[in-house]
């Protein structure tokens, strides 16, 4: 079995080794992965949230020549195994260098350390257990299991965090048996006791002095990277949390992670501020008057539509005539006409409180071709068909989807069926005035 190189020094990123077994894991157009055992590896696999080191494997060919294998993936078998997956075979036997990426290593120590100070600050401030963690590209995850949560408990934590941090406590790492770790879990001093047998790896953030003695301020097992001083993580920001099925999602970042966010929303806040012509903080007020400028314009807008819809319909009215029981008015549109969905169905709602025996079939035809197209089909109260009922039945035959009230209704279809679904509908008002 592979020895775990990373349990004894998480900043270990260069190590010699020996290749022990090779297989084919896959093979695409001709090029294969390969599966890469070593007697010995600094390499981590994806395991307990936290994602796998890449890297390089470095050895000499036969011929003399340097040979550079980029690891992709990284996992452990249920045997303890660590499998390195690599584009290039190596030779059972090959003595090589591995050159594990010290950058997301270190990205990795920091946010999985950080995730053990953060889940302990919402345990000692709001009794909030951990109940799953994930190691994300750009942000980590941690999952509460509680059922409320407040900014004034965030920013607690979050400054709980930052104060230990700050305190640079020491990170201690330790192997217990199963027994001592079933009595940790008893006492409450042991976060979670894992479902395995044998010896078992714990993280001890170290805690205060108390009456009793030292106590720690997180004592957890668990397998992965972390710093040897809380220090190491270098800063803690909560980025957002969201109501989920079992409690609620805090988002994190940690270490240089923090640094890079904590930039990215100075410089965006400070090219939002030029645009609004404020300073960073007159920018929360000067997107209020926007907002109010927006509703107010929008309302104005609307009462524009309306007039002009207004002014349509009587127009239309007075162009048309009443045919054997109905006047039956259909146009369509498209954006060439400076008009929208929702400027149609005022049309249509116009045209058919100001008209007697008045019915409309408008048809909207978007810029792009791979949009829906928009039906809409209206009556005024004194014809007797029901809109709803006729758009469903005929919308349908094409595949697209529709319904409403009697009077007015309102769907959407492919834009190749737009014209055969107007000839339709006007087919069935006539038919039915």
Not at 82 to 87: K, L, M, N, Y
Not at 195 to 203: A, E, K, L, M, N
Not at 356 to 368: D, H, I
């Amino acid at each position: 079995m592979t020895e775990h190189l990373y349990y004894a020094d998480s900043f270990l990123t260069d190590f010699d080794a020996v290749v022990t077994e090779i297989h084919e894991l896959s093979r695409d157009n001709g090029q294969s992965l390969w599966r890469v055992a070593l007697d010995r590896s600094a390499f981590y696999p994806t395991s307990g949230g936290q994602p796998h080191d890449s890297g390089q494997l470095l050895a000499k060919a036969r011929s003399g020549a340097e040979l550079t294998a980029e690891i992709v993936d990284v996992e452990e078998d249920e045997h303890g195994e660590i499998w390195h997956h690599t584009a290039k075979p190596l030779s059972a036997g090959t003595p090589v260098r591995g050159r594990v990426d010290p950058a997301r290593r270190l990205d990795h120590i920091q946010q999985h350390s950080g995730q053990h100070l953060l889940s302990a600050a919402f345990l000692e401030i709001s009794n909030a257990p951990t109940v799953s963690f994930h190691l994300g590209e750009t942000v980590s995850t941690i999952d509460l299991a509680t059922g409320t949560m407040s900014e004034d408990t965030l920013r607690r934590v979050e400054e709980l965090a930052n104060r230990i941090i700050a305190d640079d406590r020491p990170v201690r790492v330790s192997t217990i048996s199963k027994a001592q770790a079933e009595a940790l879990f008893q006492s409450g001093e042991l976060r979670k006791l894992p479902p395995r047998d044998g010896d078992i790896r714990v993280i001890e953030i170290v805690g205060g002095e108390t009456p009793g003695g030292t106590k720690p301020f997180d004592l957890n097992a668990c397998g992965g990277t972390h710093v040897r001083s809380t220090g190491q993580i270098g800063g803690l920001h909560l980025r957002g949390i969201e109501k989920v099925r079992q409690g609620w999602r805090v988002q994190f970042v940690c270490g240089l992670r923090a640094m890079r966010s904590a930039r990215s929303d100075f410089q965006n806040l400070t090219e939002a501020g030029r645009k609004l012509s404020v300073g960073l903080a007159e920018i929360p007020e000067a997107i209020e008057r926007l907002q109010a400028d927006g509703k107010q314009a929008a309302k104005q807008l609307q009462v524009q539509m309306l007039e002009l819809a207004r002014y349509r319909a009587a127009e239309l009215i007075r162009e048309s005539t009443i045919v054997e029981g109905i006047r039956l008015i259909h146009r369509q549109f498209s954006p060439a006409d400076a008009a929208d969905p929702a400027y149609i169905k005022l049309l249509a709602s116009q045209l058919t409180a100001q008209g007697e025996k008045t019915a409309a079939v408008f048809t909207w035809r978007p810029g792009a071709k791979e949009e829906l197209g928009t039906v809409i089909l209206a009556r005024s109260r004194d014809l007797a068909f029901d809109c709803g009922t006729f758009l469903r039945e005929i919308l349908s035959k094409s595949g697209g989807r529709g319904g409403g009230s009697k009077e007015m209704a309102q769907g959407s279809v492919s834009q190749e069926y737009l014209s055969s679904v107007m000839d339709a509908l006007t087919a069935a008002a006539l038919g039915d005035p």
